[in-house]
């Protein structure tokens, strides 16, 4: 029972540079979204998308591209990486948007 | 817009004692509201969720929660706390028939034997 994965678990990048963050989920939920993770901040919602083929912005959207072109993948992608990015991401699935399950979480340092 | 306060961003507790984390919301529309625990570098799990009837919504682990309209209020209990409830709690709200949570800061429970 995978439910969502994530990937990559830890990463370093260097300011400037690009990279894509992985998420599966084998639920066949129809809502997927990306939400930030900051000491103290709670998590904040970056995109979130309601089905293949429809993204749309969440709170904290700058910085950061996302697409879904299967039910099943909904990777995030940090072009031109500054240190503001560092935190952990979190990707949730849903079904109808009312049960939200998360990934485990991929903890992204930008120095 | 809504939003959602967790008014203690740490309860230090002992062993066995009984535990309250609180949790407030704002909206002016009808919602859903949640709590995650997250365990040290671990993703979120779902602890309990009020969708509709009984105020009183039992979850996971022994913790329930009082959903309060009135107080606008849905706080965290459980009558005797182990050392393997400490962690991260979110308290979450989502608007009824829209697709997204927003979190509440956290709340740091810390169980002292």
């Known amino acids: 029972n995978a439910g969502v994965t994530q990937t990559p678990k830890f990463r370093i990048l260097k300011i400037g540079q690009s990279m894509t963050l992985q998420c599966t989920q084998d639920?066949?939920?129809?809502?997927m979204y990306w939400y930030r993770q900051d000491p103290g901040m709670g998590l904040k919602l970056i995109y979130y998308?309601?089905?293949?083929?429809?993204?749309d912005k969440g709170e904290v959207p700058n910085g950061y591209n996302v697409s879904r072109s299967t039910t099943e993948d909904f990777p995030l992608r940090l072009e031109l990486a500054a240190p503001s990015q560092t935190s952990v991401y979190f990707c949730?699935?849903?079904?109808?948007?009312?049960?939200?399950?998360f990934g485990e979480g991929s903890w992204l340092t930008v120095v | 817009a809504q939003s959602v306060t967790q008014l203690d961003s740490q309860v230090p507790v002992f062993e066995e004692a009984p535990v309250e984390l609180r949790c407030n919301y704002s909206?002016?529309?009808?919602?859903?509201l949640f709590w995650y625990v997250q365990y040290p570098n671990q993703g979120l799990q779902l602890l309990l969720k009020?969708?509709?009837?009984?105020?009183l919504v039992k979850g996971i682990n022994g913790f329930e929660a009082e959903f309060n309209k009135s107080q606008t209020s849905f706080h965290l209990r459980k009558p005797s706390v182990h050392i393997s409830d400490t962690a991260e709690y979110f308290c979450?709200?989502?608007?009824?028939?829209?697709?997204?949570?927003?979190f509440g800061q956290g709340t740091r429970l810390t169980i002292n034997p």
């Open positions: 949730a699935s849903s079904y109808e948007g009312n049960t939200i399950y």
């Open positions: 639920m066949n939920h129809n809502y």
């Open positions: 998308s309601v089905g293949a083929g429809i993204t």
């Open positions: 909206s002016s529309v009808s919602v859903y």
């Open positions: 009020y969708l509709s009837g009984s105020t």
């Open positions: 979450a709200v989502s608007v009824r028939g829209a697709q997204k949570l927003v």
